[in-house]
């Protein structure tokens, strides 16, 4: 069965590696969400306390967008989580290999995409404040509607 390719440019791409890089915990982008509507990062191994989950739903359609298909066709009665890397979207059943659900439109991205994360802890804290004002904005201006 072949794979439906979603076209994504190099912005989101980063966009969404910077992101993970700002909340997440792990070498590999990985994202949980339980009915597609709310999307956290992965900050622990095993499933996230309530409390330690923060919602970016609203700072990225294309995680969104994975999130839905994720929850509504391969893991309708509970979620849980799927990563994402330089191929495209995936999830990992309980023992086998990754399992991709989405591929990249290749064309749109460079042969090789390398993301080089922040180095410093100062960085990382710039970076999650630039992401937490965004965040900020658009739930202002989701309650204004």
């Known amino acids: 069965m072949a794979i439906e390719k979603v076209k994504i440019k190099p912005a989101e791409f980063d966009a969404i590696l910077r992101l993970y890089e700002a909340l997440g915990k792990g070498t590999m982008p990985a994202f949980s969400s339980t009915d597609g509507s709310i999307i956290w990062?992965?900050?622990?191994?095993?499933?996230?306390?309530?409390?330690?989950?923060?919602?970016?739903?609203e700072l990225s359609p294309l995680l969104r967008h994975l999130a839905r298909i994720y929850t509504s066709s391969i893991r309708p009665d509970f979620g849980g989580r799927f990563f994402i890397d330089?191929?495209?979207?995936?999830?990992?059943?309980?023992?086998?290999?990754?399992v991709y659900f989405r591929e990249w439109d290749r064309e749109n991205l460079p042969p090789i995409h390398k993301y080089t994360p922040p180095q410093t802890p100062e960085e990382n804290r710039d970076e999650y404040q630039k992401l937490m004002g965004e965040y900020a904005r658009k739930s202002a201006q989701k309650r204004r509607i």
Do not use: L, Q, Y
């Open 41 to 57: 990062p992965k900050v622990c191994n095993g499933p996230t306390p309530h409390a330690a989950r923060i919602d970016v739903s």
């Open 86 to 98: 330089n191929i495209g979207a995936f999830w990992k059943p309980e023992i086998g290999e990754r």
